[in-house]
T-cell receptor, first 116, second 113 residues
Framework: EPEVTQTPSHQVTQMGQEVILRCVPI?????FYWYRQILGQKVEFLVSFYNNEISEKSEIFDDQFSVERPDGSNFTLKIRSTKLEDSAMYFCASSVGQVASYNEQFFGPGTRLTVL | GNSVTQMEGPVTLSEEAFLTINCTYTATGYPSLFWYVQYPGEGLQLLLK?????DKGSNKGFEATYRKETTSFHLEKGSVQVSDSAVYFC????????????FGTGTRLTIIP
């Protein structure tokens, strides 16, 4: 069964360093998403991406964040200069179509980012 | 704005017990409602959904009914199994053109034999 994969499963970095979180969405999916969950808090939407551009982003997704689909398979989230408060579990998701009532968002297992 | 409030965890039950995990929401218009489940080491998986008032979503013995009058979408199962141990997330989409999911905090469920 096709699935969304994410690497690495756990990333530890020093404050101020750049990190890139990687996702491989399901191959025929067209819409891609990043969410995050700070420990003990809600899963929060960060950004959605379609047709090689951002379609929506939250207020969390500031200039320190960027997303890219560098080739036909990967979808990446870059944090330019990490802060302590960026420590969280980051989930990638993808869907075939946009209307979520009819097009399930499939989630990866997450990358746990720890900023020291 | 949209928000989801779900029952604080963790919840521990014995096998074959009845399960209820409460979920209430605040949203504009008529949202679609979802329950996602996360088993250890895996991603969030859609468990069930309901797209309009009074709809009942069901899957794997779990059920939830979209109650507009109480803005609730409580998850229930009549007889839980050890394999149901997981984290359960209630979520909504507001259906006003954006497709971002708004989640609750998640409820960790542990079933003991």
């Amino acid at each position: 069964e096709p699935e969304v994969t994410q690497t690495p499963s756990h990333q530890v970095t020093q404050m101020g360093q750049e990190v890139i979180l990687r996702c491989v969405p399901i191959s025929n999916h067209l819409y891609f998403y990043w969410y995050r969950q700070i420990l003990g808090q809600k899963v929060e939407f960060l950004v959605s991406f379609y047709n090689n551009e951002i379609s929506e982003k939250s207020e969390i997704f500031d200039d320190q964040f960027s997303v890219e689909r560098p080739d036909g398979s990967n979808f990446t989230l870059k944090i330019r200069s990490t802060k302590l408060e960026d420590s969280a579990m980051y989930f990638c998701a993808s869907s075939v179509g946009q209307v979520a009532s009819y097009n399930e968002q499939f989630f990866g297992p997450g990358t746990r980012l720890t900023v020291l | 704005g949209n928000s989801v409030t779900q029952m604080e965890g963790p919840v521990t039950l014995s096998e074959e017990a009845f399960l209820t995990i409460n979920c209430t929401y605040t949203a504009t218009g008529y949202p679609s409602l979802f329950w996602y489940v996360q088993y250890p080491g895996e991603g969030l998986q859609l468990l069930l959904k309901a797209t309009k008032a009074d709809d009942k979503g069901s899957n794997k013995g779990f059920e939830a009914t979209y109650r507009k009058e109480t803005t609730s979408f409580h998850l229930e199962k009549g007889s839980v199994q050890v394999s149901d141990s997981a984290v359960y997330f209630c979520a909504l989409i507001s259906n006003f053109g954006n497709e971002k999911l708004t989640f609750g905090t998640g409820t960790r469920l542990t079933i003991i034999p």
